[in-house]
């Protein structure tokens, strides 16, 4: 079986942004991105592959991290009518009958990531399936048993994809975002380490703590070395903090631990015609996707 771990939160705001018509609610209100997260999941779930899912939500954004770092990312900026619809995301996917992981504590991407190594480890799972575009699952992508999907490009990323994208492997991940910075997640990064020089030392050393700090024991080229050294040494602590911050979370507490306990039976036919009745989405029901057998 593949299980199927879906970042709800990316689906949300792909779906309020994307060029579609708007669409509102009988008494005027925004669901355009309830909509198309609906209509997203539902094209999911219509694939044969698709047996046990789950989906992750950012209920607030913010969590522990927030508590860690002050310019970590807030829901600040976000469009008033979007964040109004966090809950019915939640609601809507739900009466989809698929398993909804609201995290507030934690994000999102803790959740998927901790689920994908957790229902790894269980033989009987050929793969898991992590349908996020989110560099920040690529630390957790192992072989071709954890892969990262980006739906929208139709691109499957497995360990060797995450090394040639960003020419570190998995382990790497949270160091390079430490170094070259992350801005959707509010992480600056250190000042002069860019992408290429970031992915020419990590791929040598692996993680921060062991690149050598003596500039004559460094046995990879890299222009302007000295003074990435020096940028470094300036902000130790900090690439250490940010390290901590972009490295995902595994102990997540998820009741669903077994893939049983994902497995999609169906939609609750009763809670989605009563959602959809009050939201003006009746049109949802006329292609709703048959349960696997």
């Not at 999941?41 to 209920?59: C, E, K, N, R, W």
């Not at 192992?142 to 999907?149: D, K, T, Y």
């Not at 990323?157 to 020419?167: L, N």
Request: net charge negative; aromatic share 6%.
């Amino acid at each position: 079986m593949k299980i199927h771990l879906v970042d709800g939160t990316f689906e949300l705001f792909r779906a309020h942004y994307s060029p579609r018509p708007g669409r509102t609610t009988p008494d005027g209100r925004d669901i355009k991105a309830t909509h198309g997260l609906a209509q997203s999941l539902m094209a999911l779930l219509g694939q044969p592959d698709v047996t046990h899912i789950a989906v992750a939500f950012d209920s607030v954004i913010r969590s522990f991290r927030n508590d860690m770092f002050a310019g970590y990312k807030t829901g600040d900026g976000v469009e008033p009518d979007l964040l109004a619809q966090f809950p019915l995301a939640e609601q809507i996917t739900a009466a989809l009958g698929i398993t909804v992981w609201p995290m507030e504590e934690f994000e999102a991407d803790d959740a998927i990531a901790a689920a994908a190594v957790r229902f790894a480890a269980i033989p009987d799972v050929e793969q898991v399936v992590m349908c996020s575009p989110d560099k920040d699952m690529s630390q957790v992508v192992s072989g071709q048993r954890v892969v990262m999907l980006d739906r929208r490009k139709g691109e499957v990323i497995d360990e060797a994809g995450v090394v040639d994208k960003f020419g570190v492997p998995p382990s790497a991940i949270a160091d390079y975002l430490a170094l070259v910075g992350d801005s959707a997640d509010g992480i600056p990064g250190i000042p002069r380490w860019g992408a290429r020089s970031t992915a020419t030392v990590l791929s040598r050393y692996g993680h921060i703590e062991d690149i050598p700090a003596d500039m004559a024991d460094w046995d990879v080229k890299v222009r302007g070395a000295g003074n990435l050294m020096a940028a470094l040494t300036q902000q130790w602590d900090d690439a250490l903090l940010y390290r901590d911050l972009a490295t995902l979370r595994l102990d997540v507490p998820l009741d669903e631990t077994e893939p049983e306990k994902v497995r999609w039976t169906g939609v609750r036919r009763p809670d989605l015609e009563e959602m959809c009745g009050s939201l003006g989405l009746e049109s949802l029901l006329e292609r709703l996707p048959e349960a696997p057998e």
